[in-house]
């Protein structure tokens, strides 16, 4: 999970300078975490077309994962513009060790149709554009904006499928001589993504701040051959895992747990509240209680129960891999509750090996038979549908009492099954065997992309301030 949702996280970053109207040939950028650590490189470049110009993006990033080896990641988004500076065309090519995935997508006046290549076929996806539509994070309007009031707008996000409301607005200067700003992403009016960046006198970006859970990535111009030059792969895992501020014991985690939350730089926002997860929120923070049955749920109306059974491009529970996998429990009738671990059960027969190298979609996991929790999540949602159940996916974190990687005692990126079983959202985890009181949702999804990284971010806007077990009083 970790390698891939980094890279889709960088992915929709804007580089510094990289959509000029008058570009230089090649731009080249280090992409870097805050103790200076190297990830990778990136460039840009531009060429002239007979009917208008086309832009190149590319990022390589060179990580590891405990005693695996190394793994290259590339990401190149070509870019093509009519005679007028409109984009007409967006194609990106994602590469790792041993898939090509491509992510085409075609802009009309009021429309643009998204095809997304992956090793289980195409998916395609037409969203309608309203008026103002943007195509460039907004970097067009940082050019004349002197940082006084918040701009609001909406952006096309290829990637996700969707028109997304953003806002930019001023922040704390980070460097001299710069303006700072907060680039947000949101769906609806929920926060989904969040980004520092530093601008010069003229508008233009010199630095790209991402920030996760445990670390921040930095993208900043560069000349060639410090862009270039060799680096050890980066240990992501390590990076992105905090310590807990007291360590949780099995009887603790099975039980309730109670914490509380500030938020850094008082950029605030809302965790979903679960079956098993209540949310509390005052000016100061919010608190969260985790237990088997602390919360209410998720909605339970018929259309969001519908919604939550129709295939995605990441759910795709009408697939004939799915289907095939989830035929047998589906004919044995038990509950809902007993289909959902029964399903479970014979997904893993499946899903044997660990990779961290991709979020796949579900059909995608299954025929490549290995995956991370997020994997786990998606093809054991999409399995739930399958059988007519409603499913979704949480993201957020998870402790882990164990060394993990060389480090014990943390909180970790993480990601579960939501399902609507018996009257009631309950929690399944494929990956752990199991739900407890440690998992605290920031997301929930359908398994897509953006929802999982979103939550990553999300985790990097919390101050941690306590952590309590909760316990019945004993009756006298």
Same mark, same amino acid.
């Given at each position: 999970?970790?390698?891939?949702?980094?890279?889709?996280?960088?992915?929709?970053?804007?580089?510094?300078?990289?959509?000029?109207?008058?570009?230089?040939?090649?731009?080249?950028?280090?992409?870097?975490?805050?103790?200076?650590?190297?990830?990778?490189?990136?460039?840009?470049?531009?060429?002239?077309?007979?009917?208008?110009?086309?832009?190149?993006?590319?990022?390589?990033?060179?990580?590891?994962?405990?005693?695996?080896?190394?793994?290259?990641?590339?990401?190149?988004?070509?870019?093509?513009?009519?005679?007028?500076?409109?984009?007409?065309?967006?194609?990106?090519?994602?590469?790792?060790?041993?898939?090509?995935?491509?992510?085409?997508?075609?802009?009309?006046?009021?429309?643009?149709?998204?095809?997304?290549?992956?090793e289980s076929g195409r998916h395609v996806t037409r969203i309608a554009l309203p008026p103002g539509t943007r195509f460039d994070n907004g970097e067009g309007l940082m050019r004349s904006w002197n940082g006084d009031s918040t701009l609001s707008f909406l952006n096309l996000n290829p990637a996700a499928g969707l028109v997304e409301r953003m806002t930019i607005e001023r922040a704390p200067s980070q460097r001299p001589g710069t303006l700072t700003v907060l680039r947000k992403r949101y769906e609806g009016t929920e926060l989904r993504g969040i980004m520092r960046l530093d601008l010069d006198a003229s508008g233009r970006i010199v630095a790209a701040i991402q920030p996760m859970f445990g670390v921040a990535v930095t993208t900043r111009p560069a000349d060639r051959d410090t862009a270039l030059r060799s680096h050890p792969p980066y240990r992501l895992l390590r990076n992105v895992m905090a310590k807990s501020p007291v360590r949780i014991g099995p009887a603790a985690a099975q039980g309730r747990i109670?914490?509380?939350?500030?938020?850094?730089?008082?950029?605030?926002?809302?965790?979903?509240?679960?079956?098993?997860?209540?949310?509390?929120?005052?000016?100061?923070?919010?608190?969260?209680?985790?237990?088997?049955?602390?919360?209410?749920?998720?909605?339970?109306?018929?259309?969001?129960?519908?919604?939550?059974?129709?295939?995605?491009?990441?759910?795709?529970?009408?697939?004939?891999?799915?289907?095939?996998?989830?035929?047998?429990?589906?004919?044995?009738?038990?509950?809902?509750?007993?289909?959902?671990?029964?399903?479970?059960?014979?997904?893993?027969?499946?899903?044997?090996?660990?990779?961290?190298? %991709?979020?796949?979609? =579900?059909?995608?996991?299954? @025929?490549? &038979?290995?995956?991370?929790?997020?994997? /786990?999540?998606?093809? !054991? #949602?999409?399995?739930?549908?399958?059988?007519?159940?409603?499913?979704?996916?949480?993201?957020?974190?998870?402790?882990?009492?164990?060394?993990?990687?060389?480090?014990?005692?943390?909180?970790?990126?993480?990601?579960?099954?939501?399902?609507?079983?018996?009257?009631?959202?309950?929690?399944?985890?494929?990956?752990?065997?199991?739900?407890?009181?440690?998992?605290?949702?920031?997301?929930? %999804?359908?398994?897509? =992309?953006?929802?999982?990284? @979103?939550? &990553?971010?999300?985790?990097?806007?919390? /101050?941690?301030?306590? !952590? #309590?077990?909760?316990?019945?009083?004993?009756?006298?």
């Amino acid at each position: 999970m970790l390698r891939r949702l980094l890279f889709l996280t960088l992915a929709v970053a804007a580089l510094p300078g990289a959509r000029q109207a008058d570009p230089a040939p090649q731009n080249w950028y280090v992409i870097a975490d805050d103790a200076g650590a190297v990830l990778g490189h990136a460039s840009t470049a531009s060429r002239t077309l007979p009917d208008g110009h086309e832009t190149i993006e590319r990022r390589e990033l060179r990580l590891a994962d405990g005693e695996r080896p190394a793994a290259t990641l590339t990401d190149t988004t070509t870019t093509r513009f009519d005679a007028l500076g409109r984009p007409r065309l967006i194609v990106t090519e994602s590469r790792d060790s041993r898939t090509i995935r491509r992510l085409e997508t075609r802009i009309a006046a009021t429309s643009a149709t998204v095809t997304r290549q992956s090793e289980s076929g195409r998916h395609v996806t037409r969203i309608a554009l309203p008026p103002g539509t943007r195509f460039d994070n907004g970097e067009g309007l940082m050019r004349s904006w002197n940082g006084d009031s918040t701009l609001s707008f909406l952006n096309l996000n290829p990637a996700a499928g969707l028109v997304e409301r953003m806002t930019i607005e001023r922040a704390p200067s980070q460097r001299p001589g710069t303006l700072t700003v907060l680039r947000k992403r949101y769906e609806g009016t929920e926060l989904r993504g969040i980004m520092r960046l530093d601008l010069d006198a003229s508008g233009r970006i010199v630095a790209a701040i991402q920030p996760m859970f445990g670390v921040a990535v930095t993208t900043r111009p560069a000349d060639r051959d410090t862009a270039l030059r060799s680096h050890p792969p980066y240990r992501l895992l390590r990076n992105v895992m905090a310590k807990s501020p007291v360590r949780i014991g099995p009887a603790a985690a099975q039980g309730r747990i109670r914490y509380r939350f500030g938020f850094i730089d008082g950029i605030a926002f809302a965790p979903p509240a679960t079956g098993e997860q209540r949310v509390s929120a005052d000016a100061t923070g919010i608190t969260l209680d985790i237990c088997a049955t602390c919360g209410l749920g998720l909605p339970s109306d018929p259309a969001t129960l519908a919604d939550a059974r129709r295939a995605t491009a990441w759910l795709q529970h009408d697939h004939p891999r799915v289907m095939a996998l989830a035929r047998p429990v589906i004919r044995r009738q038990l509950s809902p509750a007993r289909t959902m671990e029964e399903l479970a059960i014979r997904a893993r027969t499946v899903m044997q090996r660990i990779d961290f190298t %991709g979020h796949r979609s =579900a059909a995608d996991a299954l @025929a490549h &038979g290995a995956g991370d929790c997020t994997e /786990d999540a998606v093809v !054991l #949602a999409a399995l739930g549908r399958a059988a007519g159940i409603p499913t979704r996916v949480a993201s957020g974190l998870v402790y882990s009492r164990e060394r993990y990687h060389g480090v014990s005692n943390v909180f970790m990126p993480h990601s579960w099954t939501l399902a609507y079983v018996d009257g009631a959202w309950r929690s399944f985890d494929m990956s752990l065997d199991g739900f407890d009181a440690t998992h605290i949702a920031l997301t929930i %999804g359908d398994g897509d =992309a953006r929802s999982i990284t @979103a939550a &990553g971010q999300l985790a990097s806007l919390l /101050d941690w301030q306590s !952590l #309590a077990e909760v316990r019945t009083r004993a009756s006298p």
